[in-house]
């Protein structure tokens, strides 16, 4: 069976454009989530979403959005870009809705700001 | 909200030695704990995880330990092997929802 799928795997944009990344979950999860990892550091929570339904949001500005489609699939949506967002984001699906279960991470799509 | 502590950020040890890591965590609502293996150009993968009712878990050569009093959890891979060396991640999560929170990682170096 195929892993979580993101796209693009790399893009460089400049400050204040507007970003959108893309994420498949594992066939069979429902729970979407998305983390921001700057180089050198763990992981973020963004969002996470279930059911097409927002369940969670971390510490990020409203410039960052995402959705989840009734494929479960999901988007990321980065507005007013910064430098400070040239990060690798990561998505991760789950089969349930918990909180104590194995996140399947993707391969992250590399954003680079200019 | 839950803060994750971990040391050390570098680790170096011979093959065929043993590595430990340390984490500890601030919120005592977390009760799950996973730890993630991420390999250059990878995202993180799951290697172990404990549940804050079990104090230790064991699958082959990697270990986890968890002190729910001092809030603090390790883990031990013994026997390195090369193909250990990557960066791993400590997390903690709670509540309803799957925010977990990672730590800053140990990029660990297996000498051959």
């Known amino acids: 069976d195929a892993g979580v799928t993101q796209s693009p795997t790399h893009l460089i944009k400049t400050r204040g454009q507007q970003v959108t990344l893309r994420c498949s979950p594992i066939?069979?999860?429902?729970?979407v989530s998305w983390y921001q990892q700057v180089l050198g550091q763990g992981p973020q929570f963004i969002f996470q979403?279930?059911?097409?339904?927002?369940?969670g949001r971390g510490n990020f500005p409203d410039r960052f959005s995402a959705r989840q489609f009734p494929n479960y699939s999901s988007e990321l949506n980065v507005n007013a870009l910064l430098l400070g967002d040239s990060a690798l984001y990561l998505c991760?699906?789950?089969?349930?809705?918990?909180?104590?279960?194995?996140?399947?991470f993707g391969e992250g799509s590399r954003l680079t700001v200019l | 909200g839950e803060n994750v502590e971990q040391h050390p950020s570098t680790l170096s040890v011979q093959e065929g030695d043993s590595a430990v890591i340390k984490c500890t965590y601030s919120?005592?609502?977390?009760?799950?704990f996973p730890w993630y293996k991420q390999e250059l150009g990878k995202g993180p993968q799951l290697i172990i995880d404990?549940?804050?009712?079990?104090g230790e878990k064991k699958d082959q050569r990697i270990a986890v330990t968890l002190n729910k009093t001092a809030k603090h959890f390790s883990l031990h891979i013994t026997e390195t092997q090369p193909e250990d060396s990557a960066v791993y991640f400590c997390?903690?999560?709670?509540?309803?929802?799957?925010?977990?929170?990672f730590g800053t990682g140990t990029k660990l170096q297996v000498i051959p």
């Open positions: 066939s069979g999860h429902k729970s």
């Open positions: 404990i549940r804050s009712n079990v």
């Open positions: 997390a903690a999560s709670g509540g309803g929802y799957q925010k977990v929170t």
């Open positions: 991760a699906s789950m089969r349930g809705s918990g909180n104590t279960g194995e996140l399947f």
């Open positions: 979403y279930y059911e097409k339904e927002e369940r």
């Open positions: 919120d005592s609502a977390s009760n799950y």
